[in-house]
């Protein structure tokens, strides 16, 4: 079994500070983690992925999450917000079940960027 | 562009109805999954498909049912439409069945009950 927690439902953070949404995980087998962006009215974009090679891992718009296994942990940060960053943000584990694969969502937290 | 895309992109039908929601995946890829995500569920997993079999099962109302065709297209059908089944359907494709390859999503079906 597979579970994913996002600690915040929202976080709102100054144009320009950093950015820091956290997701813990629990997995049955060593995990591959996503986090997605969904903008208002758009579908899941991927921002990147961990899976099971560097642990600090870079992903598209200035994101990176690091993986913790002994914290069970994935969180998401940006040096730096920008006011385009204000969307939905979903932490997802992936386990292999056999061959079968499923995606398992968190609850998403909602970033907000003030000017 | 996600390379996923989905027909049609808002549906409007009545309770008691069928609808059916379609989708293409990338070029290329084998695997299709639906997802729901309702205000009250968030993101579910529904089906998974790949390669025209049925490979895993999420959280499908008997209601609804999926298949997947020979050019790989899969279309998501709901009977018997309830107001709960208001929603925003997503579908998303990977290269694989199994192991750590992402999946790329569509831009969604948003389907209104009345």
């Known amino acids: 079994a597979q579970s994913v927690t996002q600690l915040d439902s929202h976080v709102s953070v100054s144009e320009g500070t950093p950015v820091l949404l956290r997701c813990n995980y629990s997995?049955?087998?060593?995990?591959?983690l996503f986090w997605y962006v969904q903008h208002p009215n758009k579908g899941l974009q991927l921002l990147l992925k961990?899976?099971?090679?560097?642990?600090l891992v870079k992903g598209i718009n200035g994101f990176e999450a690091e993986f913790k296994k002994s914290e069970t942990s994935f969180h998401l940060t940006k040096p730096s917000a920008h006011m385009s960053d204000a969307a939905e943000y979903f932490c997802?584990?992936?386990?292999?079940?056999?061959?079968?694969?499923?995606?398992?969502f968190g609850s998403g937290t909602q970033l907000t960027v003030l000017p | 562009d996600s390379g996923v895309t989905q027909t049609p992109k808002h549906l409007i039908t009545a309770t008691g109805q069928r609808v059916t929601l379609r989708c293409s995946p990338r070029?290329?890829?084998?695997?299709v999954y639906w997802y729901q995500q309702s205000l009250d569920q968030g993101l579910q997993f529904l089906i998974q498909y790949y390669n025209g079999e049925e490979r895993a099962k999420g959280n499908i109302l008997e209601r609804f049912s999926a298949q997947q065709f020979p050019d790989l297209h899969s279309e998501l059908n709901l009977s018997s439409l309830e107001l709960g089944d208001s929603a925003l359907y997503f579908c998303?494709?990977?290269?694989?069945?199994?192991?750590?390859?992402?999946?790329?999503f569509g831009q969604g079906t948003r389907l209104t009950v009345v």
């Open positions: 998303a494709s990977s290269l694989e069945g199994g192991g750590a390859t992402e999946a790329f």
């Open positions: 997995s049955s087998y060593s995990p591959s």
């Open positions: 997802v584990v992936s386990d292999p079940l056999g061959s079968a694969r499923q995606l398992t």
């Open positions: 070029s290329g890829d084998l695997s």
């Open positions: 961990y899976t099971s090679a560097a642990t």
